[in-house]
Structure formats: structure tokens, C-alpha cells
């Protein structure tokens, strides 16, 4: 079994020890680093410190020193094709909007039980995105109301197409959208891979961001 290299980026210690468990129960999770800034966490990476470069990281947005949306940037450049989950009990349009403008592959409160955390985890490594449900419903209120019906330029997207960026903006992951529709998951996996091309999307926030944009959405 192919295990998931994973970092906490978290400065209260109680919480990153419940972290700590979660990923240390989970057969395919394994912890690479932990620790209470972003600093510390870029330097140890960028050092070579670490005997294999994480592959998700879970950060924190309040942290002390550098900030948790100000230091995605600099974990990106540092490990190129790392996803990155906000884990954070803000649920502000600003910190929401621009975590996933700076890169960010999902946004999760930290109400959040651990195995939705931990299913989040592995949601983003399977080329998806972890939006907490709360959060994808405020995205598509918030913006809906700004963005046009139509959109002549917009990309055109197949009806079924158009039925999974949907369901991929309120929450849901492949497996549930292909239940909910009926179909397999690769046939769903291959559907969100049409939407990134036509959408010019590098992951499902991004692609639902977009989409909003273009008034596909809503």
C-alpha cells in the first residue's frame, strides 16, 4: 500500500496531537512533520531535512509569524505539485476566496470530524478537492449573486458535464457523484478531466471558481 506523506502545519498543540492520531490510525497516512509555523515548516523542507518531501499538507491559517494563505505560495514553489488543505475555523469570504486563489486543493473547518479530514486527505491526492460542505454551499450563495446567467465566451460544457461541476461545487467527491448519477467512477473521473481542459482548471476548486466566473454555475 502506497502510503500518503502528510505535514501539520498547526500551532496549537492539542489539536495537532488530535491530527497526530488521526493520521497515525490511518492505514494509508503517514506523518512526515509537524510543526507550529510556516517558517519552521518551509525551512525544513528547503533544508532537505526531511527524508521524503510531504505530499499534502494540512495548514493552519492563523499562524504566528507568517500567515497561512501568505506562506501557500512558498510551499508550492518549494515542493511543485503539492496539494495543500486550509484547515482553519474561519469561514470568512476573504480567507475562503483567497486560499483557493493562492493555490490551495481544498478549504476545511476545523469542526470537521477527522475522518472527514482524513478522507479529505485523500481526496486531493486522487486529483480532487476537500471543500467542506458549509464552505461549497457559501461559495456558490456568495457568488452567485455577482456573476452573470450567461456568458457568450464561456466554454461550452456537455449537460452532463454541467451536472458534475455541480455536484463537485456543493461537496460532493467522484465516488458520490457517481452514485448519485448512476454511472462508474472512472466514467466520472474522465468527465471532471473534459471539465479542467475546457475550464483551463489545474483542480475541482479552482474548476468550480471558474465556472462561477463564467456563469455556468447557479
Given at each position: 500500500m502506497t502510503m500518503i506523506r502528510t505535514m501539520l502545519v498547526e500551532d496549537h498543540p492539542e489539536y495537532r496531537e488530535v491530527l497526530e492520531l488521526a493520521i497515525a490510525k490511518a492505514p494509508d497516512l503517514e506523518l512526515t512533520g509537524e510543526f507550529g509555523t510556516?517558517?519552521?515548516?518551509?525551512?525544513?523542507?528547503l533544508d532537505d531535512e526531511l527524508p521524503q518531501s510531504p505530499e499534502v499538507i494540512l495548514l493552519d491559517l492563523n499562524l504566528p509569524g507568517m500567515g497561512g494563505i501568505e506562506s501557500i505560495p512558498h510551499f508550492i514553489d518549494a515542493v511543485p505539485g503539492i496539494k495543500i488543505i486550509v484547515l482553519?475555523?474561519?469561514?470568512?469570504?476573504?480567507?475562503?476566496?483567497?486560499?483557493i486563489s493562492s493555490g490551495a486543493?481544498?478549504?476545511m473547518l476545523k469542526s470537521s470530524t477527522v475522518?472527514?479530514?482524513?478522507?479529505?486527505?485523500?481526496?486531493?491526492?486522487?486529483g480532487g478537492a476537500s471543500l467542506d460542505p458549509?464552505?461549497?454551499?457559501?461559495?456558490?450563495?456568495?457568488?452567485?449573486?455577482?456573476?452573470?446567467q450567461?456568458?457568450?465566451?464561456?466554454p461550452s460544457?456537455?449537460?452532463r458535464e454541467l451536472e458534475i461541476i455541480a455536484l463537485l461545487a456543493e461537496g460532493l467527491v467522484k465516488k458520490e457523484i457517481a452514485d448519485r448519477l448512476g454511472i462508474s467512477?472512472?466514467?466520472?473521473?474522465?468527465?471532471?478531466g473534459h471539465i479542467y481542459e475546457k475550464l483551463q482548471a489545474s483542480n475541482v476548486a479552482s474548476a468550480i471558481n471558474k465556472a462561477h466566473r463564467l456563469g455556468l454555475l447557479g
Open positions: 510556516a517558517e519552521r515548516a518551509l525551512r525544513t523542507i482553519t475555523q474561519s469561514e470568512q469570504e476573504a480567507d475562503v476566496l483567497a486560499a486543493s481544498g478549504y475522518k472527514k479530514i482524513t478522507d479529505a486527505i485523500r481526496a486531493v491526492m486522487n458549509k464552505v461549497a454551499r457559501f461559495i456558490m450563495n456568495t457568488l452567485r449573486g455577482s456573476i452573470p450567461s456568458n457568450s465566451n464561456a460544457l456537455t449537460d467512477t472512472s466514467t466520472v473521473v474522465t468527465h471532471v
